[in-house]
């Protein structure tokens, strides 16, 4: 059984394991405490990382048309290995705080735009799930980046991958 202090993993200040997600990162939270994304830290990157992807998803988002389909809503590649984390309201802020969050780019989510996009929440007990994906090269995915652009380009590039579920 590996020792879990050097397991990879990935946890929120703010959100127990298997705990709730904080209205304010929702679409329900009120005025600029709305569409933030939540604090995020990392521990024991795998050996040979040279850079980080994020796909954060509401995996019981029920399609209008029929089953359950994951909606995407947060998409972050090409985090350096040198970031321990992402702070609270990160999105959309990285040239902003320039250094190495300068470098990492986000993606489009399922409405459609780059960036975090807080879930709506039409019912409870949804399952929010947080997937660090810790890979062995830089991804080149053009300027409009995707989780299926993503998925398909880390391909054979896994280290090693970390998650965090959270509830609505």
């Known amino acids: 059984m590996a020792n879990t202090s050097d397991e990879f ?19 329900e939270g009120q005025g600029a ?11 024991n990157l795998p050996q040979g990382t040279k850079s980080l992807s994020l796909v954060v998803q509401d995996i019981d988002a029920p399609d209008p048309n ?10 972050v590649i090409n985090i350096p290995p040198t970031l321990k984390g992402l702070p609270e309201g990160f999105s959309g802020k990285g040239e902003e705080l320039g250094g190495d969050y300068a470098h990492l780019k986000e993606g489009n ?3 459609k735009v780059p960036g975090w996009r807080g879930p709506k929440m039409p019912s409870h007990g949804h399952r929010f799930e947080f997937r660090l994906f810790a890979l ?17 380009a880390i391909e054979g590039h896994v280290l090693g991958e970390a998650v965090l579920i ?3």
Do not use: C, F
């Open 66 to 75: 029929g089953p359950i389909v994951p909606w995407v809503i947060w998409v």
């Open 33 to 43: 405490q709305k569409k933030m994304s939540p604090p995020l830290e990392w521990y």
């Open 136 to 152: 062995d090269d830089e991804l080149n995915l053009g300027n409009k980046v995707t989780k299926d652009k993503l998925l398909e």
């Open 9 to 27: 993993r990935l946890v929120s200040p703010n959100i127990n394991h298997e705990g709730k997600l904080p209205r304010k990162y929702t679409d």
């Open 109 to 111: 989510n399922d409405e």
């Open 166 to 168: 959270a509830m609505s």
